[in-house]
């Protein structure tokens, strides 16, 4: 098992063009989040899924975003329309069951910078 | 709402000092307790956790917590600092309840010269 991957590890893209991350859990874990970290910031909370459905989704996550967890396996994570201000690091995280029992892991994420 | 404040966004040491990097707190409810720390170009890792029980939780490199309900802090320590710590921490709860989603401090960056 080689962990959370990320891909693309880093995206650079024109103000408003679309953008695709996925994230591919560790296979057995059931719980996925995607968090957004800015420089000089600790990483905040986006979206949640347990299996295929998504349970909570941050405010932060506008109209223009939207994740998705197909099967319950891999995630993507879309922004529509990007603007500057969407220039982060995109991390996501799995856990195998509840994250304070079984713990979670993290991605090496995935930095987006629009210009 | 939950909130976590980390005190020192840097703190700068020299090899085999004592350091303690601050973090309180804000909850209506109970929380569980996390430190993580983020090498560069590496991903988040967990350094070490409070859950329940002993209010002191150690890491296996020689790190340590107190949680303190009182103050409401949870402050890591350390009493000999390697050049190879030095990395971004972070400091996170999970309030009870909910979709045990980490709610994580902005960070200090540990900076260990020789």
């Known amino acids: 098992d080689t962990g959370v991957s990320q891909n693309p590890r880093h995206k650079i893209t024109k103000r408003g063009q679309n953008v695709t991350f996925r994230c591919d859990p560790i296979s057995e874990h059931n719980r996925l989040y995607w968090y957004r970290q800015t420089l000089g910031q600790g990483p905040e909370f986006l979206t949640y899924f347990q299996n295929e459905a998504q349970l909570e989704k941050s405010r932060l996550l506008s109209d223009r975003f939207s994740a998705e967890r197909p099967k319950g396996s891999f995630s993507t994570l879309e922004i529509q329309r990007t603007e500057q201000g969407d220039s982060a690091m995109y991390l996501c995280?799995?856990?195998?069951?509840?994250?304070?029992?079984?713990?979670?892991?993290f991605g090496s994420g995935t930095r987006l910078t629009v210009v | 709402a939950q909130s976590v404040t980390q005190l020192d966004s840097q703190v700068p040491v020299f090899e085999e000092a004592p350091v303690e990097l601050r973090c309180n707190y804000s909850?209506?409810?109970?929380?569980?307790l996390f430190w993580y720390v983020q090498y560069p170009n590496q991903g988040l890792q967990l350094l070490l956790k409070?859950?329940?029980?002993?209010?002191l939780v150690e890491s296996i490199n020689g790190f340590e917590a107190e949680f303190n309900k009182s103050q409401t802090s949870f402050h890591l320590r350390k009493p000999s600092v390697h050049i190879s710590d030095t990395a971004e921490y972070f400091c996170?709860?999970?309030?009870?309840?909910?979709?045990?989603?980490?709610?994580f401090g902005a960070g200090t960056r540990l900076a260990v010269h020789p």
């Open positions: 409070y859950l329940s029980g002993s209010t």
């Open positions: 909850s209506s409810v109970s929380v569980y």
């Open positions: 996170a709860v999970i309030p009870s309840g909910g979709y045990n989603k980490l709610i």
């Open positions: 995280a799995s856990s195998a069951g509840q994250g304070t029992n079984y713990g979670y892991t």
